[in-house]
């Protein structure tokens, strides 16, 4: 977790589903920092297909992450992490800042 953004929620759970289902969802989140912060990278396994805000976001602005999980792809359940690397620095490390966030799924039997 980062200090520079704020997610309404940290993991979403897709509940039961069909495997070969597509299913959408969003992660919404705020800048907390006191600078514009802009998203670099957004990465996750071969399974899922990602979108994001691509303008810089203003302190106290929202911006947010479309996944999209094709279920068709995988053959067990596991939690599914969503790895996001903004273009700001960490002034505590020098690096970039990281920040993740997941979801979870259940097959249906």
Excluded: H
């Amino acid at each position: 977790m980062s200090e520079y953004m704020k997610f309404d929620v940290r993991q979403i759970d897709l509940g039961e589903i069909v495997k070969g289902e597509v299913i959408d969802t969003v992660f919404t989140f705020t800048n907390t920092s006191k600078e514009d912060i802009q998203i670099d990278i957004v990465d996750a396994c071969e399974c899922t297909t990602l979108d994001w805000t691509m303008d810089p976001i203003a302190p106290g602005e929202k911006g947010e992450i479309s996944v999209k999980f094709d279920s068709g792809k995988k053959d067990v359940v596991e939690e599914i992490a969503v790895d996001i690397t903004l273009l700001n620095n960490d002034p505590k490390t020098g690096g970039p800042v990281l920040d993740g966030v997941s979801y979870i799924y259940t097959f249906k039997k």
